[in-house]
């Protein structure tokens, strides 16, 4: 079926853009953007997913307050093949679109039941960059085979919740973007299950999978790693921006070696983290974190919660939301698989002095890990 993508001079099948070049139902397309004032006061959290091989496009906006109070609003339809403007998508009262290529984007969720809204635009300060492809077999079928790009940039907006608005401060304000595509699986945007009556996948002894970006004044940091429960890697990207501004060079990050502290009870990051990147130019930075804020991105969809999840048929005009404590341990156990939490991050310089950046850790911890502790799931 044609589609306002097909004006593009971009197929590389011989077939139309409704279409992606095989069958599997965990296919996914998945954007988002996210940020958290520096205070720790609000983080947001929104983004859209399209599952061609389950004609399902479904988004959702997060808001998180100071103490945990997340509020949530959750949209799904079937893909849209109406002739919309190209890098426009729609899904009830949400719109994400794309103003200009690798450099602004736009989200808005207007009005609707739920009492939330909110307009945010995204303008790169930093080059788009990718991530290291992500592919995976396991017991002969793929597991994972993935593309994404990020970019760190300046937003401006506001968002509503009951009728109180709050408009962003630029300077005050972290926000970053995320663009997937390819096979998922499990938390993080897959959501989907392989199928029934299938041999049962290998089950690790532990797993560690970490993500860091980190921006200060003058450079980027990203940086994210795959180890097993003894931390043999097995998978590792790693790189520095510049902003585009100054050039927008990268440069290589070699290794990263973490010593995280852990939060009583929990499998979240505490103050006194650190993290040692080694850069390609054989010179060493220690970044230590204290959180400012934690979020679950299952509440939007990413897992099963409250009868809901990302990819999921829920017919043409799905909407609905709610009100969780995300900072409670109980509410959040059985979804607590993928957390991101955002953090203050401190530079020592070799004058003495220091700088100081914002940033993310994204985090999957399971199992047991001797190094830390933890014996068991």
Known sequence: ??????????????????????????????????????????????????????????AYAMIIARGGETRVVRMSTQIDTAPVGLGS?????????????????????????EGVELDLVLDGEYPAYEQTPA?????????????????????????????????????????????????????????????????????????????????????????????????????????????????????????????????????????GSRFTVLRGDRTTSELELSPRSDYWPAFAGYEEFNGYASGYWRGTDFLDGYTVNGDDPEVVAPISLLSGTLCQARMPLDDGTEKIGYGLVEMVFVGANPRYGFEGW
């Open 1 to 58: 079926m044609l589609t306002a993508h097909d004006e593009l001079l971009a197929h590389q099948l011989a077939t139309t853009f409704d279409h992606v070049e095989q069958a599997d139902l965990r296919w996914t397309e998945r954007i988002v953007m996210f940020g958290f004032e520096k205070s720790g006061e609000y983080t947001i959290v929104t983004g859209l997913a399209r599952y061609p091989n389950r004609n399902v496009t479904d």
């Open 89 to 113: 998508y729609t899904v009830g009262p949400y719109t994400y679109a794309i103003e200009e290529p690798l450099q602004r984007t736009r989200a808005t969720l207007v009005a609707n039941s």
């Open 135 to 271: 592919f995976h077999r396991e017991r002969g079928r793929i597991k994972e085979n993935a593309r994404r790009f990020y970019q760190n940039g300046r937003v401006t907006g506001h968002f509503t919740i009951d009728g109180k608005r709050v408009d962003l401060d630029p300077d005050q304000w972290w926000f970053t973007r995320d663009h997937s595509w390819g096979l998922r699986y499990g938390p993080g945007g897959g959501s989907l299950a392989e199928g029934g009556q299938m041999q049962p996948g290998d089950i690790p002894a532990g797993a560690l999978y970490y993500m860091g970006i980190f921006r200060f004044d003058d450079e980027l940091v990203h940086f994210a790693q795959r180890e097993d429960h003894l931390g043999n890697r097995i998978q590792f990207e790693g790189e520095v921006l510049t902003p585009t501004a100054a050039g927008g060079g990268t440069a290589e990050i070699i290794d990263v070696e973490h010593d995280l502290k852990w939060r009583p009870g929990r499998r979240l990051i505490d103050a």
